[in-house]
């Protein structure tokens, strides 16, 4: 129940993310640098403090692939936050979500991993609830709002390729993993940001300071010690299930604190995203049929 407390807890502070993002007036990359930087500095405290220590000789043969994902980690971070700026936190959450799916795409491809029926499916459903989220045909995209969502789908494919990336890396923990991801988006974010045109932070102004604080320490720091910490006692399937709060709790944020214009058809397209997203990475008892095993699950907890 603790392990579960801690990932609920984690995933429902990621979920209102957004709310923090809109509140500070600094250029997407600039955020994501120093949520980058405050956030590193508080897991290699947390590290410090409870006696863990990183095996340098274990980061050697991974370090290039750590290298990589960390550096697509802090581009995914400024698109999701430029998503933020053009469309709905909802929309933008929505097509940040089809990362899994572009996975399950890229899989046979790049793993040679065989692609079943269920997997098809799914992906073949997804899609179309990406449609549906988009309002291709319904006229009213505007061009500010297909840019939104562009960036997210721009998230979500680098979001991708971290985790193809990490399913390279053997010998390094989730904890250590994340830790250098960080500092290695520190090292390609900083130069980019320079080159873009930095804005002194007090600029921000004290709400906008507050919030990026916030978004370091709370949303990123505490909420990442709190995710991993959380993995080793409990089950894949369980972490998948509960990750699911993120989106959803963004989605109400979006509607109710930010009071954010969702349409139906786009509301029944996230459900096709988040729904057979989801049930792609529930794994079919023998003999049984997911739906069904999901429904036991829920009716017997």
């Known amino acids: 129940m603790e392990a579960k407390f801690k990932i609920i807890f984690a995933m429902s502070v990621f979920g209102t993310l957004s709310i923090f993002v809109k509140h500070i007036p600094l250029p997407s990359a600039e955020i994501a640098l120093f949520r980058a930087i405050i956030a590193a500095t508080v897991i290699a405290a947390y590290k410090a403090g409870s006696g863990s220590r990183m095996s340098f000789s274990l980061l050697k043969k991974d370090l290039p692939l750590l290298f990589l994902s960390g550096a697509a980690m802090g581009f995914n971070w400024i698109l999701l936050f430029q998503a933020y700026k053009y469309t709905s936190v909802a929309i933008a959450t929505l097509s940040y979500y089809f990362a899994p799916m572009i996975v399950m795409a890229a899989c046979p491809i790049l793993f040679k991993e065989r692609l079943g029926l269920k997997q098809a499916v799914c992906f073949l459903m997804a899609s179309i609830g990406l449609v549906m989220v988009i309002g291709l045909g319904a006229g009213e ?161």
Do not use: W
């Open 141 to 301: 995209a505007s061009t500010d709002k297909l840019l939104g969502i562009g960036f997210g789908l721009g998230a979500a494919l680098l979001y991708a390729s971290v985790i193809l990336l990490n399913k390279g890396i053997k010998t390094v923990s989730g904890m250590d993993r994340t830790l250098i991801q960080f500092f290695a988006a520190i090292i390609v974010l900083t130069p980019y940001v320079c080159v873009s045109g930095a804005i002194p932070p007090q600029q921000a102004g004290s709400i906008g300071l507050l919030s990026l604080l916030v978004l370091g320490l709370l949303h990123t720091g505490l909420a990442y010690c709190l995710y991993f910490s959380s993995l080793k006692d409990l089950s894949g399937q369980q972490a998948a299930i509960l990750s699911y709060i993120d989106p959803l709790v963004a989605i109400l944020v979006s509607v109710s604190l930010l009071a954010e214009h969702i349409r139906l058809i786009q509301i029944l397209g996230g459900m096709m995203i988040l729904g057979f997203t989801l049930l792609s990475e529930l794994k079919t008892p023998p003999g049984g049929n997911p739906l069904r095993a999901l429904a036991r699950g829920k009716s017997s907890g």
